[in-house]
């Protein structure tokens, strides 16, 4: 069994490794280029456009939303149930998808914040 001593060490080390392998992007920069974000860890801030909650076949809660900058605006996922009023400013951490193949399903420029977050902000 590893010591909980070794595990914080290593947890330590590689956080500040995560939070710099997020992209603090725009939603305008992922859509006009989404060769350079496709896969990667990206951070935004938007306004939520439309949002849907729903439940999977399986019985899973999932959350489907745009998110947008007043030009661009792009769909955001995750599972589990967010209750934002429409024209709400949101953070949004998760990771891209150009084209993202669930099933018989294929979505386009898609962000997964299943594995991030989606917060909402004061506007600045």
Same mark, same amino acid.
């Given at each position: ?6 595990? $914080?060490?290593?947890?330590? =080390?590689?956080?500040?490794? =995560?939070?710099? %392998?997020?992209?603090? &992007? &725009?939603? %305008? ?14 951070? =935004?801030?938007? #306004? ?9 076949r399986a019985g899973n809660p999932y959350t489907v939303m745009t998110v947008s900058d007043g030009e661009y605006s792009i769909k955001v996922f995750s599972f589990g149930t967010y209750k934002f009023a ?8 998760? &990771?891209? %998808? ?7 399903? #294929? ?6 914040? #299943?594995?991030? $977050?989606? &917060? ?5």
């Amino acid at each position: 069994m590893i010591p909980k001593q070794i595990i $914080s060490s290593i947890i330590a =080390f590689l956080f500040p490794l =995560f939070l710099l %392998a997020q992209i603090h &992007t &725009t939603i %305008a920069d992922i859509i006009e280029n989404p060769d350079n974000f496709d896969g990667k860890f990206v951070e =935004f801030v938007g #306004t939520v456009d439309n949002i849907q909650n729903k439940t999977s076949r399986a019985g899973n809660p999932y959350t489907v939303m745009t998110v947008s900058d007043g030009e661009y605006s792009i769909k955001v996922f995750s599972f589990g149930t967010y209750k934002f009023a429409l024209g709400t400013y949101v953070r949004v951490k998760g &990771t891209f %998808a150009k084209v993202k193949q669930v099933g018989r399903y #294929t979505f386009y420029n898609e962000v997964d914040a #299943t594995n991030g $977050s989606i &917060t909402k902000e004061k506007k600045k």
